[in-house]
């Protein structure tokens, strides 16, 4: 299984960007869905999540400026981001509850996606 994550880039603040993580392999689906971001020297922050009901919950920094959504067609999880300020500058990583052709259902890690606002 893995989980690629996509997206990332510079952006001035203000702009937007819509991160993508999309899982492949031996997988019949994905269930629930989130987001976290790191600083180098910081703990990963969770960001946001999409339940399996299709339920969002944002951390309050982010919330009215990113969606978080799920495409089931395609085993994607998005993650929308709109007004961007340079505090949002972080590693975004995307974890997502896949289910494998076993049936049996595990939690992967995408591997990171940088994202850069300037001031």
């Not at 495409?71 to 975004?92: E, G, I, W």
Request: glycine share 12%; proline share 3%; aromatic share 10%.
């Amino acid at each position: 299984v893995q989980l690629q994550a996509s997206g990332g880039g510079l952006v001035q603040a203000g702009g937007s960007l819509t991160l993508s993580c999309a899982a492949s392999g031996s997988i019949v689906g994905i269930d629930s869905g989130g987001w976290y971001r790191q600083i180098p020297g910081h703990p990963r922050e969770w960001v946001a999540t999409v339940t399996t009901g299709g339920s969002t919950n944002y951390v309050d920094s982010v919330k009215g400026r990113f969606t978080i959504s799920r495409d089931n067609a395609k085993n994607t999880v998005y993650l929308q981001m709109n007004s961007l300020k340079p505090d949002d500058t972080a590693v975004y990583y995307c974890l997502v509850d896949v289910i494998l052709t076993t049936r049996a259902r595990y939690h992967y890690w995408g591997q990171g996606t940088l994202v850069t606002v300037s001031s």
